[in-house]
């Protein structure tokens, strides 16, 4: 079973509309979780943490349910320059390194 | 805003060569990672270093690669003797400390081509 799973998409959605992405983990002892941006053959860009409370900046929440091992991602209202690769990454392992899922690519379409 | 900083952008090699990508990381931070993503995959961690010394490797990270800080800004990743398949987007990434929820902010990488 692969470590962070993500629906790799492609999502196609209009502008203004509302898209939601999620993420399994398989690891129980992940210790943070974060939402990365990445655009075509840039560096992977922190969109948010996610909280175990969840937690929201403008038009992007973020939820995290432990039980389920999940983290997901709403996009709200969303703009032509959401289109890009949104990257799931779970903090594993003594040093902290980040363990990424393969992203789900969104195309917002006008 | 402080950043990581990654020279060159770009860098081709002929196999068999070695090749040092350097990263500048962000002032006063403790704790360094190189990443890579082969085109059309995944970003996959290499090796963490902290205190001079590696603090964990990926089973990516064989022995031709190393890494070292050899003047206390620049955070270098050597691969030996290249192949096809270190052809990648090489991504260096810092953080202050170890606390429980930093996040790590990552350079802008060198594409590394191997012929």
């Known amino acids: 079973r692969k470590e962070v799973e993500q629906d790799p998409g492609p999502f196609n959605v209009p502008e203004g509309a509302t898209v939601a992405f999620n993420c399994t983990y398989s690891?129980?002892?992940?210790?943070?979780f974060f939402w990365y941006r990445q655009d075509c053959r840039k560096e992977p860009k922190l969109l948010m943490s996610?909280?175990?409370s969840g937690n929201e900046d403008g038009r992007f929440t973020a939820q995290l349910n432990r039980a389920s091992q999940y983290i997901s991602l709403l996009i709200r209202d969303s703009k032509l320059s959401d289109s890009a690769t949104y990257l799931c990454?779970?903090?594993?392992?003594?040093?902290?390194?980040?363990?990424f899922g393969s992203g789900t690519q969104l195309t917002v379409l006008p | 805003e402080p950043e990581v900083t990654q020279t060159p952008s770009h860098q081709v090699t002929q196999m068999g060569q070695e090749v040092i990508l350097r990263c500048v990381p962000i002032?006063?931070?403790?704790?360094f990672y190189w990443y890579r993503q082969i085109l059309g995959q995944k970003v996959e961690f290499l090796v963490s270093?902290?205190?001079?010394?590696?603090?964990?490797k990926s089973e990516i990270f064989d022995d031709q690669f190393s890494v070292e800080r050899p003047d206390g800004s620049n955070f270098t990743l050597k691969i030996r003797s290249t192949k096809l398949e270190d052809s990648a987007m090489y991504f260096c990434?810092?953080?202050?400390?170890?606390?429980?929820?930093?996040?790590?902010?990552f350079g802008d990488g060198t594409r590394l081509s191997i012929l």
């Open positions: 996610v909280y175990s």
């Open positions: 990434a810092s953080i202050p400390g170890q606390g429980a929820s930093q996040p790590q902010h």
């Open positions: 690891n129980s002892a992940s210790q943070s």
């Open positions: 002032s006063n931070h403790l704790y």
């Open positions: 990454a779970v903090i594993q392992g003594s040093a902290r390194q980040l363990t």
């Open positions: 270093f902290y205190n001079n010394e590696i603090s964990e």
